[in-house]
């Protein structure tokens, strides 16, 4: 089991920056992929992107692509999602998630999230 909670999120005008973070609890923190996905109001929750149990590798939605960056530390169970240039369009509820196996794209590979944080972008 992992308890994950996210933190960071808040209002920030469009073309601003925040990074989120993501505080799991456990001793096996380095042995889960972890997950960034988003959900806006009547939408369904989106990936973001991931990161292996390393941290040596990443993927990105083209949505996100070059405006985001996940990253880790895994001395401290501590996940990251730093967002740079953002628009109104990310204006969603931010979650973490942590998988064991299984595809990293597919929502349901994911076995534990958190309770979300709310990221709002004004134009």
């Known amino acids: 089991q992992v308890q994950l909670v996210e933190s960071g999120g808040g209002l920030v005008q469009a073309g601003g920056s925040l990074r989120l973070s993501c505080a799991a609890a456990?001793?096996?923190?380095?042995?889960?992929?972890m997950g960034w996905f988003r959900q806006a109001p009547g939408k369904e929750r989106a990936i973001i992107g991931y990161i292996t149990g390393s941290g040596d590798s990443t993927a990105y939605a083209d949505s996100v692509k070059g405006r985001f960056t996940i990253s880790r530390d895994n001395s401290e169970n501590t996940l990251y999602l730093q967002m740079n240039s953002l628009k109104p369009e990310d204006t969603a509820v931010y979650y973490c998630?942590?998988?064991?196996?299984?595809?990293?794209?597919?929502?349901?590979?994911?076995?534990?999230w958190g309770q979300g944080t709310q990221v709002t972008v004004s134009s």
């Open positions: 998630a942590a998988a064991l196996r299984g595809s990293l794209w597919r929502r349901g590979s994911y076995d534990y």
């Open positions: 456990g001793r096996t923190f380095g042995s889960y992929a």
